[in-house]
């Protein structure tokens, strides 16, 4: 197993470009979600699912999109992004017999000019 | 409202020190999870333990140990004889069930840098 993957893992923007960061995984697992990390604030949720064709908001949604059209991917979009948006973004997965533990990828660093 | 502190933003011990990672949390449910997460320079995430709030028992493994004490809402992390491969961020972070399926999601501290000199 791969487990969760994301790519690309580095990548800068010019403000107001759109742009997909990809996340899969090949452990069948139900849940999904992102997160992003700044610096001294942690990981704070971005969004989050629960199965194919359903999506909820986390912590910090504004500025992201996301759908979920497999169980193996759950890609991240950003439309018009902003300075605000660069960070480290990761995702993670969880089997729903032990919802509670996550898995992460390896994250994508982005920088948006 | 979940809430993770970690008070020690960064902490320095010289090779072979024992150092203690402090973990203090806020949640009202009685069914929750605590988790430690290692980040090191190379930015992967590493879990390293996951304890429920039911089991209290302390655990060790290798180096590296945790006390869960319900009573102070404290998980704290003793890393033992440590070394310099330690040295990396650590992140504690409760979860505990929200509204329907799936909705366990963590919420962070904002870490602890530990550096390791030798």
């Known amino acids: 197993n791969a487990g969760v993957t994301q790519t690309p893992k580095f990548q800068v923007l010019k403000t107001g470009q759109s742009m997909t960061l990809q996340c899969a995984q090949d452990?069948?697992?139900?849940?999904m979600s992102w997160y992003r990390q700044d610096p001294g604030m942690g990981l704070r949720l971005i969004h989050y699912?629960?199965?194919?064709?359903?999506?909820d908001q986390g912590e910090v949604p504004n500025g992201y999109n996301v759908s979920r059209s497999t169980t193996e991917d759950f890609p991240l979009r950003l439309l018009s992004a902003a300075p605000s948006q660069t960070s480290v973004y990761f995702c993670?997965?969880?089997?729903?017999?032990?919802?509670?533990?996550?898995?992460f990828g390896p994250g994508t660093r982005l920088t948006v000019l | 409202a979940q809430k993770v502190t970690q008070a020690q933003t960064e902490i320095s011990v010289v090779e072979k020190e024992d150092v203690t990672l402090d973990c203090v949390y806020e949640?009202?449910?009685?069914?929750?999870?605590l988790f430690w997460y290692k980040q090191p320079p190379s930015g992967e995430l590493v879990f390293l333990i996951r304890?429920?709030?039911?089991?209290?028992q302390n655990e060790i493994s290798g180096r590296y140990s945790w006390n869960f004490q319900k009573s102070t809402s404290s998980f704290n992390f003793t890393i033992t004889a440590s070394q310099v491969v330690d040295s990396a961020v650590y992140f504690c972070?409760?979860?505990?069930?929200?509204?329907?399926?799936?909705?366990?999601?963590?919420?962070f501290g904002k870490g602890t840098k530990l550096s390791v000199i030798p």
């Open positions: 993670a997965s969880s089997h729903r017999d032990q919802e509670d533990t996550q898995y």
């Open positions: 452990m069948n697992h139900e849940y």
């Open positions: 699912s629960v199965g194919a064709g359903i999506t």
């Open positions: 949640t009202r449910d009685t069914t929750y999870y």
């Open positions: 304890r429920n709030s039911f089991d209290e």
């Open positions: 972070a409760l979860s505990e069930r929200g509204s329907g399926a799936g909705s366990y999601q963590l919420t």
